[in-house]
């Protein structure tokens, strides 16, 4: 069984730097063929999907995120990071970290969340 535990800040200050951690047990992070990704869902918006870390270790992102975005891992731990820069209030949300077989869809393992607040 996968499970997939996010860890990080739960207040971020305007204008500082976002980052998260998925910790990975139950499967390697650098299994064939899954991409690890990170979502996020505002206050009453729905899940939006923000980039990922393939198990070859590519990165793909959302192109609105793309300029403030970064996922990196770390394989010794079985982990993957999320950095997200230059945040507003608006980057307010639940993030996510989820396994998936295809880039933004059937993702079969989630994390419960994680509540980020930005605000002075």
């Known amino acids: 069984q996968v499970q997939l535990q996010e860890s990080g800040p739960g207040l971020v200050k305007p204008s500082q730097t976002l980052s998260l951690t998925c910790t990975v047990s139950?499967?390697?992070?650098?299994?064939?063929?899954?991409?690890w990704s990170w979502f996020r869902q505002p206050p009453g918006k729905g899940l939006e999907w923000m980039g990922a870390i393939a198990y070859s270790g590519s990165t793909h992102y959302s192109p609105s995120l793309k300029s403030r975005t970064s996922i990196s891992r770390d394989t010794s731990k079985n982990q993957f990071t999320l950095q997200l820069s230059s945040v507003t209030p608006e980057d307010t949300a639940v993030y996510y970290c989820a396994r998936g077989e295809t880039l933004k869809s059937d993702y079969d393992y989630w994390g419960q969340g994680t509540q980020v607040t930005v605000s002075s």
């Open positions: 139950g499967g390697s992070i650098t299994t064939n063929y899954y991409y």
